[in-house]
């Protein structure tokens, strides 16, 4: 992704593009895969880490990305797949290694319907399998 692209995508989800919301947006984009705070310090370390977390924040409340409790209660952080606004038909299953401590995300795995009760109103579902990844597995 180019950082013209990278600045197209902010704009089409409202948010001003600035140098560090190019950064962090770029950061996730060539991770390819969730990362909690901690992970993204890790890579940023040019970047104060107050300012790390206002730019998630932002970008949460603008649904650039979205998050999701990996299964150690961590938030992880996932790009929004969509150009614009949100179509919210992300559900799909999280996967979190206990060796290598990577989340994944598994388009292809859907959340099961959930029926509830009686007066009951969803907004978010999240869904986390723990165990081994594919790579760890095969070591
Ligand atoms: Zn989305
Ligand atoms: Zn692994
Ligand atoms: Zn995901």
Known sequence: MTS????????????????????????????????SLKALEMKLLSMDKSSIFRVLSLFLEHEVVH???????????????????????ENHVHFYCESCQRSFCLEDVHVPDVQLPEGFEAHAMSFVVKGVCAECKGK
């Open 67 to 89: 998050s999701f409790e990996d299964g150690r209660g961590l938030l992880n952080y996932e790009l929004c797949e969509h150009h614009g606004p949100c179509k919210h038909d």
């Open 4 to 35: 013209e692209e990278i600045t197209q995508h902010l704009i089409s989800k409202g948010v001003k593009p600035t140098a560090n919301r190019i950064i962090v947006l770029r950061a996730l984009r060539e991770a390819n895969r969730p990362m």
